[in-house]
């Protein structure tokens, strides 16, 4: 069955610092991944997608992925981290049936001043 | 989100009494989703539905049952609700299906619920 992994339940960044979320998943084929970002209180939003072609994907706040299949992994980086990045975030990819999302737990990213 | 509206946002409701969760969507989409949001699993989808009338288990549906009587609208019941169900309910659309769905889904800004 598919699943994905959030190795990283919380982390802390000083303000500018690089960031990378790690996500790994499991799945026969060509994954479908997603990165959403939830802050306090709110839905999810989407930060970006894989689907397939370029493995490093943009997204939006200044968020890319990088989609590698030797690894299975598609982590999460932004170069210089704000404030208002803190919030938590969830990879995400679709189960095989391809019906619905499977989300990880999530990774809780906190920011130090 | 713009589109997609829960209804109420937060409950308080004693064990054993049925209770009814309202998504609303003004987007026409066919797809729409119910998962639960609990500290330590992220999110575990419900139920959803792939158009009126047409709706199918997830992988914690137990305890749960869903109605989809107009594209608009998307009901989660707990028929008898227990201590375990205290959650944060969260509505999904989505345009496409499955892997059809290039969007990602939208949220709606979910239901605080409270079993005492």
């Known amino acids: 069955a598919q699943s994905v992994t959030q190795p990283d339940i919380h982390i802390t960044v000083s303000e500018g610092a690089s960031l990378e979320l790690r996500c790994n998943y499991s799945y026969g084929a060509t994954p479908y991944l997603f990165w959403y970002v939830q802050s306090p209180g709110q839905g999810l939003q989407l930060l970006l997608k894989?689907?397939?072609?370029?493995?490093l994907v943009q997204g939006i706040k200044g968020f890319e992925a990088e989609f590698k299949r030797s690894q299975s992994s598609f982590n999460l980086r932004k170069p210089s981290v704000h404030w208002s990045d803190a919030a938590e975030y969830f990879c995400?990819?679709?189960?095989?049936?391809?019906?619905?999302?499977?989300f990880g737990k999530g990774t809780t990213l906190s920011v130090s001043s | 989100d713009a589109g997609i509206t829960q209804s109420p946002r937060h409950k308080v409701t004693e064990t054993g009494t049925p209770v009814t969760l309202r998504c609303h969507q003004t987007e026409n989409h066919r797809y729409m989703y119910w998962y639960r949001q609990d500290p330590g699993h992220g999110l575990r989808l419900i139920h959803y539905?792939?158009?009126?009338?047409?709706?199918d288990k997830g992988e914690v549906s137990d305890g749960y049952s869903v109605s989809r009587s107009k594209t608009e609208d998307f009901l989660l019941t707990l028929e008898s609700a227990t201590s375990s169900q205290t959650s944060v309910y969260f509505c999904?659309?989505?345009?496409?299906?499955?892997?059809?769905?290039?969007?990602?889904?939208?949220f709606g800004s979910g239901t605080r619920l409270t079993v005492v």
């Open positions: 894989y689907f397939s072609g370029d493995t």
């Open positions: 999904a659309i989505s345009e496409s299906g499955g892997t059809g769905s290039h969007y990602g889904y939208t």
């Open positions: 539905s792939y158009g009126v009338k047409d709706t």
């Open positions: 995400a990819v679709f189960n095989q049936a391809g019906t619905a999302l499977i």
